[in-house]
């Protein structure tokens, strides 16, 4: 998936626009496939089948929701991340509303669940319900949250998909029955759920963190009990600093997903500048001068080949009639940008070396 690429200004001015290009391209193929206005469609879909009034939809840092005062549904403030969306491979109007429902659903929560685990696989699963009582295609939301892994604050993806079926199929099957869907009755079946899987749930926090056990009834007792003055969880702020997330990844380990490029495995500031250029000081250690010029040649070479490849496939996903296609060639675009980079930054290392004089 595409995300804009992490690009620091190298000073080559053609070098330096093929790159703006890509990263301009990458956001404008975000842009065309999760448009503001399916954005807002999607929020617009999920409020009212809470019957929640419509609250403003913020650029965030993720998409969330932040409850605010959880005395009222009036304050709430929704968050939106256009490339954390993309990243997760959401695409659609379908999946955009599912997101949305489940961002609803922690409204309609606003701080019910003690356990963070319990509560999104709560919001999961009125997104299931949203599903079945609507007719939406769950298949493109569930593959994206189903290849989560979790963590303290959000359920492994297995789980969080076999909750959204439970939704679709609860849903399902009382429209088939003639019952009518109610939130308060879809509850009462999640919260019936919720303690059929007590094991299953148990068994899959054991395996993001050993130290796990369910906890006994002294312990539970004890536990509510503080709850009121320990729980930091997310939907009981009132400040509006923090967010329930959609939670694809826990936040400590965001850096890890984010695009980075990776310059032949050095930590750089920035990229072809001469002073941030770090040299290792083995790997130069008696070159003469003709075999770094071989070495600036190779890189530069390579650098040219690559130049082009994303200037092909720039064209090509201009010319793409439709979103795969689009997104496809934007892709290819973005990863053969990450690899001109790495060579012209290996070409001004090498410009930078002297050749050994002994
Ligand atoms: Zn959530």
Redesign the pocket.
């Known amino acids: 998936m595409a995300n804009p690429i992490d690009f620091h200004p190298t000073g080559d001015v053609e070098f330096d626009n093929l790159m703006n290009e890509v990263n301009a391209e990458i956001m404008a193929t975000n842009d065309f496939l999760l448009p503001d206005e399916m954005v807002l469609s999607a929020v617009t879909k999920s409020c009212n089948f809470f019957n929640l009034p419509e609250v403003p939809v913020i650029h965030a840092d993720g998409t969330c929701v932040w409850p605010n005062n959880t005395t009222t549904y009036a304050d709430d403030v929704l968050g939106f991340n256009r490339a954390e969306l993309m990243s997760m491979g959401i695409s659609g109007e379908d999946s955009l509303t599912l997101i949305y429902t489940?961002e609803c659903a922690?409204r309609t929560l606003q701080g019910a669940y003690n356990d963070p685990w319990e509560e999104?696989l709560a919001?999961d699963f009125f997104a299931g319900v949203h599903a079945g009582l609507r007719d939406i295609n769950i298949d493109n939301f569930e593959a994206a949250l189903g290849a989560t892994t979790g963590g303290a604050s959000h359920p492994a993806g297995a789980l969080r998909a076999e909750f959204i079926e439970y939704g679709q199929k609860i849903a399902d099957e009382m429209q088939e029955r003639g019952i009518e869907v109610t939130y308060e009755g879809c509850l009462e079946r999640l919260n019936q759920h919720l303690e059929e899987k007590e094991g299953l749930i148990a068994e899959y926090r054991q395996r993001i963190d050993p130290t796990y056990h369910s906890l006994t009834e002294d312990e539970m007792l004890a536990q509510n009990a503080s709850a009121d003055l320990t729980d930091d969880s997310a939907h009981a702020n009132v400040s509006g600093e923090s967010c329930?997330?959609?939670?694809l990844v826990e936040p400590a380990s965001i850096d890890d997903v984010e695009p980075h490029f990776n310059v032949s495995g050095e930590t750089l500031g920035s990229i072809g500048l001469a002073e941030d250029v770090t040299i290792d000081e083995d790997s130069v250690k008696g070159l003469t001068k003709a075999e770094i010029d071989r070495k600036i040649a190779k890189a530069e070479k390579e650098e040219r080949y690559y130049k082009g490849m994303v200037e092909h496939e720039l064209s090509m996903a201009k010319h793409s009639t439709d979103n795969a296609g689009r997104e496809y060639h934007t892709s290819k675009a973005s990863n053969f940008a990450k690899e001109a980079t790495k060579w012209h930054e290996e070409a001004i290392k090498w410009k930078y070396t002297k050749p050994d004089e002994k």
């Open positions: 489940h922690h999104e919001c329930g997330s959609i939670g």
